[in-house]
């Protein structure tokens, strides 16, 4: 789950981190009276997730309270990336001496937490890292030992931190650390990290990535995400822990398992179909899951057939079975269904649906190959 | 011959009396596999399926049972808790079959069980079976025989998948190991492709993989310098959108690392054929 500027150094705060003074806003006129109160010289950001905000137009300075409703007023009324901006954050402008990134994520492949740390700050570290490697520090933290100072100590000398810095360097990295910790973060990022013109340290932006599966410890941060940046068909989903991702074709799919639910939208691909959907039930889900499941990708006015693919481990057919007669009572679908039920008490499952009208299949490219020939037949020999 | 779990496996179940732990203990006990002890905290003294005792404590268990190998049905916020019990309770060898374990609790029990030496297959994985001699997880028994082929995948029932494509041509299985689909893990590919290039039983292995992360990258450098067996492989997620966790944490496409594109080639260039679906699998062999 991605978290706004705002939010993340809302966060940072909290963990010691220096942030510019500054308020969110949702109209103009708001943004004019923070402005008044923050001495005239403002930036004003968009609050939306996606990257390139500046670029956009949706981060602007202002030189007095008048400029900011103004370019409030612009920036509140674009889209970014397809984003509305429906906030934005007032900062206090900063005289900007020097620019540093410093990072906290998760390294898979050393299966530890890694800082990162720049003196190229201000710009997308990807970037950094394609181009210049070697002006990116990295420290691998022991996940059990935690942060040790001297590992901060090593960043500030990695990056040419002023001595006189390396104090409250220290500082930020441990807060920043204890962020990453503590809100269960995959990413925890200050992007600049700036060096004032009076020899201050300041997070300008930052960043927070936070782990879904660890957010039952977080209710509190939880309740910040923004449906905003989702597709509502998938926040329907999570609500009944369903993993389903819309997509632009017009086969629907239902499958228990992740990687067999990629494979089945490959598949169809393969054949010369286009999924509509990545959707993955779960292991174990019972009757009324599928049910909500077959619901959501019906409501895809793109959707001309439906295949079920379910090979049965910890999920038991029967159930798959029983949740789709409940979901075709209800929905009373029109587009052909392809079925195939493989594995622990499919035969069960079998038997529930012999009287449910779809096409039944043995073989993953069987059922593939006869979801695209449904369709093509649906739209009258135009795949997709 | 096979790896990780035989005729010999003493399993102990954790979250026995659970849903899925009761239902899939079942399956394990009709397939074979000697289930010695459960252990639900706070239900020690119960009976499960009439004869498997039910104990308070991994340790108790594993002194009472002799028990080799623990299976965690766990749900996610205590599974971490679950790894480490069995961990200190001295089991060598730890499935953790739950799914939605949080990565920064993965990280610390990952390098906790390096520490100890302690082999965890999982999480968020279908378990093992060696057709003929056990079953440890959910994979179910009935869609392998026994055979010289190993599997390894990241995979739950897209492994299935391949294990009935293998069986409907009359192809068997020596193990079946399901690794996982978290972005940190137990075992890896690479630690399985050792174990089945030095399983005489193994003559050939079956690598699944999908988007994310850069392990079957690893494990295609592995094959090129190292792998005495021809390996087949098939990569999931090639149609999978970059930027969306597609389901498993770890299958995610990031700053354009973790493409099923790569992965191929790499795989290629190390000899390995990809097949284009699981059930074009069998004729690669």
Redesign the interface.
Known sequence: MKLHEYQSKGLFARYGIPIPKGQVATTATEVRTIAKELGGWVVVKSQVLVGGRGKAGGIRLAKSPQEAEELAAQILSMEIKGLPVRKVLVDEAANIKSEIYLGITNDRAARKPVIMASAAGGIDIEEVARTSPEKIVKVHVDPLLGLKEYQARDIALGIEMPRELWRTFTQITFGLWRAYLECDATLAEINPLVITEDNRLVALDGKMVLDDNALFRHPDLAELRDLDAEVPSEIEARKYGLSFIKLDGNIGCMVNGAGLAMTTMDIIKLFGGEPANFLDIGGGAGSDKVAAALRIILTDPNVKAVLFNIFGGITRCDEVARGILTALAEVKPVVPMVIRLVGTNAEEGRQLLAQANMITAETLADAARKAVAAVSQATGGFPA | MSILVNKNTRLLVQGITG??GLF?TQ?MVAFGTHVVAGVTPGKGGEWVLGNIPVFDSVKVAVNATGANTCVSFVP??FAADSIYEAADAGVPLIVC?T???????M??V???LD?KGVRLVGPNC?GLLTPGEAKVG???GN?AIPGNIGVV?????????VL??LKMVGKGVSTCVGIG?D??NGTNFIDCLEMFNADPDTEKVVL?G??G??DEEKAAEYIAKYMKKPVVS?I??????PG?R??????IVE?GSGLAADKIKALNAAGVSVA????EIPSLL
């Open positions: 849903n899925e899939h399956q996610a916020r079959i799914e939605g374990i949080p990565v920064q609790d990280m610390r990952r390098n906790y520490q279908p959910i994979i179910p869609i995948s990241r995979s739950g029932t897209l492994t299935y998948e009935y494509a689909g972005p940190i699944i999908e988007i992360g850069t098939f999931a997620g090639q149609t999978a959108p969306k597609m389901g498993h944490a770890g299958a700053g284009a679906h699981p059930e």
